[in-house]
């Protein structure tokens, strides 16, 4: 990747607040965190004198942005690690189907690999060793809810993070978190506020042109609401162009929301003769592969593959073919082994199923005395607590609720249905239902998919 030239506005950004860069006599000049630098630009790179600290020679202008006189990226990588890495993917992932398109220029091949993720990562290195300046790479991921996009991405920042020396950018994901995804600014200055990265957003828009961070908007196809449909676009085209030099971004959505076709014609910013526009179609896994996949997951045998509310799950088009769905049925075998009729839909059974193990588990931690009349009662409040939750998150916009709400809600849900003595303990246990997962954000908590949020 070509490493730009340090310009002026490069370094306004990073000038204390009330105070400006300046060039004159072949140097820059600011007050960054309340001392005098100095750059200068030499044959060996850009020199960084500030008083009373040794002079720094950094190789160009990107190890100059990047160092910690100035935007810090490895403190940022090591809070990035710590924060995605309470939510790594731990278990095998489950085997989706990718399929690469060149729209508009020509990249690298795909190449799928068990962990997409690292497949992604390397397509990315890739990328960078055939980029151009005064250019922008848009790669679209797109896909059906539940595939994985947001999981993927998650990955390849997190990989990114725990192996960060400088040589490759740093991938910064932002996600809606439940709201109205119109002002894209407001949802970097969540991201960032995640990594507890001491940031603006016209720094992070530096970083982002020099190629030293990979932007990563998730939840792409929210653009598409007709809420903010115009403010999104005309959002997005205005960060492209503050964008251009050397910048990777990723857009993540749902296939059937967004296209390249509709990027093209809506992104007036896009310019053909030097950017480049691709996308990576994921999908459910085959069914045979899913069948293998849970093979190999503990509890579950052929016998169990065929049983007759089990083998709808193979059926092409599936919605337990999803990802996050298949996870979950994983770690139940014997949920599955049920014998009672399925719901309308898979998905309401699959919610069902769940629903039933997980007033199950609470008989089991709580041990009342009416026996199976508590489990009823178990499985109404799970349906109550969760529709509780649901609701909240949507007229507050947000997709994470902290701890203290949740006990709240939990509360609220058990009360007139369980016994007083029960309430705490019950409340104590909502926490952990599968329906639930603990969120980026230290004490938060979410639905383990938006689907569910949906169904609830």
């Given at each position: 990747m070509p490493a730009l030239t340090l310009?002026?506005?490069?370094?306004?950004?990073?000038?204390?607040?009330?105070?400006?860069?300046?060039?004159?006599?072949?140097?820059?000049?600011?007050?960054?965190?309340?001392?005098?630098?100095?750059?200068?630009?030499?044959?060996?790179?850009?020199?960084v004198r500030t008083p009373q600290e040794p002079e720094q020679l950094l190789k160009n202008a990107g190890a100059l942005l990047a160092s910690s006189r100035f935007a810090d990226l490895g403190r940022i990588a090591q809070n990035q690690a710590v924060v995605l890495g309470a939510v790594r993917m731990r278990s095998s992932p489950v085997p989706i189907t990718s399929e690469l398109k060149q729209v508009a220029g020509s990249v690298?091949?795909?190449?799928a690999t068990a962990e997409p993720w690292k497949a992604l990562d390397s397509w990315l290195q890739?990328?960078?060793?055939?980029?151009?300046?005064?250019?922008?790479?848009?790669?679209?991921?797109?896909g059906p809810a539940g595939v994985g996009k947001t999981t993927i991405v998650r990955e390849a920042a997190l990989l990114r993070a725990e192996s960060y020396d400088g040589s490759l950018p740093l991938i910064v994901q932002i996600v809606s978190r439940g709201r109205v995804?119109?002002?894209?600014?407001?949802?970097?200055?969540?991201?960032?506020?995640?990594?507890?990265?001491?940031?603006?957003?016209?720094?992070?828009?530096?970083?982002?042109?020099?190629?030293?961070?990979?932007?990563?908007?998730?939840?792409?196809?929210?653009?598409?609401?007709?809420?903010?449909?115009?403010?999104?676009?005309?959002?997005?085209?205005?960060?492209?162009?503050?964008?251009?030099?050397?910048?990777?971004?990723?857009?993540?959505?749902?296939?059937?929301?967004i296209s390249t076709q509709t990027?093209?014609?809506?992104?007036?910013?896009?310019?053909?003769?030097?950017?480049?526009?691709?996308?990576?179609?994921?999908?459910?896994?085959?069914?045979?592969?899913?069948?293998?996949?849970?093979?190999?997951?503990?509890?579950w045998n052929a016998d169990l593959l065929t049983l007759d509310f089990v083998e709808p799950i193979f059926v092409s088009k599936s919605y337990a073919l999803r990802p996050f769905f298949l996870d979950v049925i994983a770690r139940e075998p014997d949920a599955l082994r049920d014998s009672e009729p399925p719901a309308s839909d898979l998905l309401t059974y699959l919610v069902d199923v769940m629903s039933r193990?997980?007033?199950?588990?609470?008989?089991?931690?709580?041990?009342?005395?009416?026996?199976?009349?508590?489990?009823?009662?178990?499985?109404?409040?799970?349906?109550?607590?969760?529709?509780?939750?649901?609701?909240?998150?949507?007229?507050?916009?947000?997709?994470?609720?902290?701890?203290?709400?949740?006990?709240?809600?939990?509360?609220?849900?058990?009360?007139?249905?369980?016994?007083?003595d029960q309430i705490p303990a019950v409340v104590q246990r909502a926490r952990t239902i599968v329906f639930l997962a603990n969120d980026v954000q230290p004490g938060h908590v979410r639905f383990a998919h938006e689907q569910l949020q949906q169904h609830f």
């Open positions: 310009i002026l506005d490069d370094l306004m950004p990073f000038a204390d607040f009330g105070s400006t860069a300046e060039e004159g006599d072949g140097s820059f000049s600011l007050y960054r965190n309340g001392l005098l630098t100095e750059v200068v630009p030499t044959e060996a790179g850009y020199i690298p091949d795909f190449i890739n990328l960078e060793q055939t980029k151009q300046e005064d250019s922008i790479d848009l790669l679209l991921i797109d995804l119109q002002n894209i600014s407001d949802l970097i200055a969540f991201a960032l506020q995640d990594v507890r990265a001491n940031l603006t957003i016209r720094e992070l828009m530096v970083l982002i042109r020099h190629g030293l961070i990979t932007l990563a908007i998730d939840g792409f196809d929210e653009l598409s609401d007709p809420n903010g449909f115009q403010t999104a676009w005309s959002g997005l085209n205005t960060l492209f162009e503050g964008a251009r030099g050397v910048a990777t971004i990723l857009l993540a959505g749902r296939e059937t929301f990027i093209q014609r809506q992104l007036t910013s896009f310019r053909p003769t030097n950017d480049r526009l691709s996308s990576l179609s994921l999908s459910d896994p085959y069914p045979e592969a899913a069948r293998a996949w849970l093979l190999n997951q503990p509890g193990r997980e007033a199950q588990k609470f008989f089991e931690s709580l041990d009342p005395p009416n026996g199976n009349e508590a489990i009823k009662v178990y499985g109404e409040y799970v349906g109550r607590f969760l529709e509780e939750v649901a609701r909240d998150l949507a007229e507050n916009q947000t997709d994470a609720l902290a701890d203290d709400a949740l006990d709240l809600l939990a509360t609220v849900a058990a009360n007139g249905l369980l016994p007083d």
